[in-house]
């Protein structure tokens, strides 16, 4: 019996690995872009604090996002405020609107958590 409840610990372990292996799947590059965007935008704290805190975002926006959807929505998120034309495609794209609400919300939420005021 303490067998067959170590048998299925186990096995639940394994049906969670997918998901796991699947959060926070940003790469290093993507990670560090994110950082120094983030720092710049930030000029008030120090590298150190920077650093910790913007890291600390772009590890909440993983767990909600893949790095594809990160990168995608990122680019709507920083070009929908271009004028006329350039940022219409950003603005007017229903899909992306839903996508900028969920990237807005969660990066607010995520400032707000890691400190950065």
Do not use: W
Not at 33 to 62: P, Q
Not at 70 to 76: A, C, K, L, M, P
Not at 92 to 107: A, M, N, P, V
Request: aromatic share 10%.
């Amino acid at each position: 019996m303490k067998k067959a409840g170590i048998t299925m610990f186990a096995a639940g372990l394994v049906a969670l690995l997918p998901s796991i292996a699947m959060s926070n799947d940003f790469s290093t590059a993507t990670r560090v872009h994110y950082v120094l965007d983030c720092m710049a935008a930030n000029e008030d704290m120090n590298v150190y604090e920077g650093t910790h805190k913007c890291s600390c975002v772009v590890d909440k926006l993983a767990e909600v996002f893949t790095e594809r959807e990160f990168e995608d929505i990122s680019v709507g998120f920083r070009y929908k405020n271009l004028p006329a034309d350039r940022g219409a495609t950003f603005r007017d794209d229903k899909q992306i609107r839903s996508g900028l609400k969920l990237f807005e919300e969660t990066h607010a939420k995520a400032y707000k958590e890691c400190r950065i005021h």
